[in-house]
């Protein structure tokens, strides 16, 4: 498994392949839905960062969420058609921000060693970082599929990197890299 620190790259490299999905669209275009039973881009832009600080959370250290108001909303067991009323794109912005400050801080601290069972830690954060790059890039697919086949914008090129690939057609972590 890749060290925490290089995942934490990939990680940042995940979230900014994000940004170019969605940073030039209107506020309007992010939370635009094609139909009542569909996610708009910006659903899927707080999903990607309450399920990375969830699981954060939850695995590796008990803090509470950035944004409590967004956990229900941005939660996968919330249905679809009640996924409308969506926050700012300034909210989402700093929610997704502050989130990935957090996973810094917290697998940051992992990495230096400065946790209880540091050994132990180390390989729940390795697998949490490949967990949420995957996630990261999986929600990509979707939010690009909005971006380019309902909303007309072309898409970016994939990340420039041998530790990506694609699988299935989603962006991923190359376990071979």
Same mark, same amino acid.
């Given at each position: 498994?890749?060290?925490?620190?290089?995942?934490?790259?990939?990680?940042?490299?995940?979230? $900014?392949?994000?940004? &170019?999905?969605?940073?030039?669209? !209107?506020?309007?275009?992010?939370?635009? *839905?094609?139909?009542?039973?569909?996610?708009?881009?910006?659903?899927?832009?707080?999903? &990607?960062?309450?399920?990375?600080?969830?699981?954060?959370?939850? /695995?590796?250290?008990?803090?509470? $969420?950035?944004?409590?108001?967004?956990?229900? /909303?941005?939660?996968?067991?919330?249905?679809?058609?009640?996924?409308?009323?969506?926050?700012?794109?300034?909210?989402?912005?700093?929610?997704?921000? +502050?989130?990935?400050?957090?996973?810094?801080? *917290?697998?940051?601290?992992?990495? $230096?060693?400065? +946790?209880?069972?540091?050994?132990?830690?180390?390989?729940?954060?390795?697998?949490?970082?490949?967990?949420?790059?995957?996630?990261?890039? &999986?929600?990509? &697919?979707?939010?690009?599929?909005? *971006? !380019?086949?309902?909303?007309?914008?072309? /898409?970016?090129?994939?990340?420039?990197?041998?530790?990506?690939?694609?699988?299935?057609?989603?962006? +991923?972590?190359?376990?071979? !890299?």
């Amino acid at each position: 498994m890749k060290p925490i620190t290089e995942l934490l790259r990939e990680y940042d490299r995940a979230r $900014s392949y994000t940004d &170019q999905l969605w940073r030039d669209l !209107s506020p309007d275009e992010v939370v635009w *839905r094609p139909r009542e039973d569909f996610s708009a881009i910006g659903w899927h832009l707080g999903h &990607q960062a309450h399920v990375a600080h969830f699981m954060v959370r939850n /695995l590796t250290a008990a803090e509470p $969420s950035p944004d409590p108001e967004l956990d229900g /909303l941005m939660d996968s067991a919330c249905p679809e058609r009640f996924r409308g009323a969506l926050p700012t794109v300034e909210r989402l912005t700093q929610f997704r921000d +502050v989130v990935a400050e957090r996973v810094h801080a *917290r697998l940051g601290a992992i990495a $230096s060693g400065h +946790v209880g069972a540091p050994d132990q830690m180390m390989i729940v954060g390795g697998h949490l970082l490949t967990v949420l790059i995957n996630h990261e890039y &999986q929600h990509d &697919q979707w939010i690009s599929e909005v *971006r !380019s086949q309902n909303l007309g914008h072309a /898409l970016p090129d994939d990340p420039d990197t041998d530790t990506v690939r694609r699988v299935d057609g989603y962006l +991923v972590l190359n376990p071979l !890299s």
